[in-house]
């Protein structure tokens, strides 16, 4: 593809792997992703149990209150399924 003077590989813009660890799976109506999995199992959290996205967030805003040091890659899941949520489940 060529975009102004510039060849461009599309093939080359797209990382595999990185495409399938951001994919979205269903988990009870939960969409994550391999990198979310990946970071709750590292904190001990069973994302199998919950049947509501409410409920996984209430579980990982617990933890995050209740810990001190460096969480920001569980701040991050906690973000991004609740932006997710948000446009995917309020009237607008």
Known sequence: ????????DI???????ELETNFLKNYNGI????????ILNRYNI????YTSVNQLLYEI?????????D???LEWVSMDIS???YYQNTKK
């Open 31 to 38: 969409l994550l992703s391999d990198n979310h999995i990946s």
């Open 46 to 49: 069973d994302y199998k149990k």
């Open 71 to 73: 969480n920001e890659d």
């Open 11 to 17: 093939d080359s813009l797209l990382d595999e792997k």
């Open 61 to 69: 805003e617990d933890i995050l209150n209740d810990s001190y040091g």
């Open 83 to 85: 932006e997710r949520n």
């Open 1 to 8: 593809m060529k975009v102004g003077n510039t060849e461009i």
